[in-house]
């Protein structure tokens, strides 16, 4: 049974094999997880990475069942635990998608879940899929991974896709990062750490300017609010980090920008018709990721 917990799980030939099912999936997917059942439980608020798991199954053959808001709508609003639940559905889907907000929850969702389980985001933790379909993006749209100057730029401290995505991108010895945050949000020791064991050139920033100069690819992400106790706290880092069309103006004519979604004011709308902006594209490629995902794993 091959759950997907942890990003650690992908080295650079599980990735490769991963991105060429997924060329595969864009060409000609077939319906081989036909009588299968994906079950979703998503206790936080989701657009992209529920609907394109949901809409992956069902273009397999697969079917979904799913809690909408499964912290107020499953019985973990009457003090179910995780591990009760996993248990129960399991018995009922072939797979489970879980997002939760507690870092550690899909580790002991993995534990007692008789099928594989996905993590779908873990609070501030990781987010695997997602990192998955930003290099496939990346090495789609860029023309490449190796080699390249990667910005990731934003909430470094509690956003999860942008962790995952380092992590992964120290699979690729060739690339250059830039780490861009506000002052009070860089990256993590655990994942800086990572970086330097695996010889990946690295540097920290508080400059977007700079950053966005230098960039083949610009990973823009949004303020992680649900994570600040504060609001007031919350309040000082929004917008401070914003890529506007000026900005955009001065970054590399083949470069690309790309960004998880959702995203509130850090990328100006202005921007979504250069050339350079890719991040709708890139939400269109985690479908096909996820369907090589499925494939892959129920099969
Ligand atoms: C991200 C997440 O939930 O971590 N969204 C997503 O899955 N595409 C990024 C975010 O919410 O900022």
Do not use: C, W
């Not at 657009?47 to 019985?75: C, D, P, W």
């Not at 870092?103 to 993995?110: D, F, H, K, P």
């Not at 100069?213 to 917008?239: M, W």
């Amino acid at each position: 049974m091959k759950h997907i917990i942890d990003t650690a799980l992908f080295d650079r030939a599980a990735l490769e094999a991963l991105f060429e099912k997924t060329d595969l999936m864009r060409r000609n997917p077939g319906t081989p997880l036909t009588g299968k059942i994906l079950a979703t439980l998503f206790y936080e608020p989701s657009t992209r990475t529920r609907l394109s798991f949901e809409a992956a199954m069902l273009k397999l053959g697969g079917q979904v069942i799913t809690t909408e808001n499964a912290k107020e709508f499953s019985s973990a609003a009457k003090g179910e635990t995780i591990e009760d639940t996993v248990r129960v559905v399991g018995a009922y889907a072939d797979a489970l998608v879980i997002r939760h907000p507690e870092e550690g929850t899909l580790a002991r969702a993995a534990a007692a879940s008789p099928v594989p389980v996905i993590n779908a985001g873990d609070g501030a933790g990781q987010h695997p899929t997602q990192a998955l379909l930003d290099l496939y993006t990346i090495r789609t749209e860029a023309g490449g991974i190796e080699d390249k100057i990667i910005a990731i730029l934003g909430d470094l401290h509690y956003g999860r896709a942008a962790r995952s995505l380092a992590y992964l991108l120290a699979e690729y010895p060739g690339v250059r990062l830039i780490l861009a945050s506000p002052e009070g949000l860089a990256m993590n020791e655990d994942i800086t750490s990572r970086l330097r064991e695996k010889g990946i050139q690295y540097e920290e920033t508080t400059d977007i300017a700079y950053a966005l100069a230098q960039a083949d690819v610009a990973y823009q992400t949004r303020i992680q609010k649900e994570r600040f106790s504060d609001e007031a706290e919350y309040l000082r880092f929004k917008g401070s980090f914003n890529i506007t069309a000026d900005l955009a103006a001065q970054m590399k004519s083949d470069a690309i920008i790309l960004h998880p979604l959702p995203r509130v004011d850090e990328i100006s709308p202005a921007v979504d018709v250069l050339p350079q902006a890719r991040y709708f594209t890139q939400a269109h490629y985690g479908l096909f990721v996820r369907m090589a995902l499925l494939t892959s794993m129920l099969t």
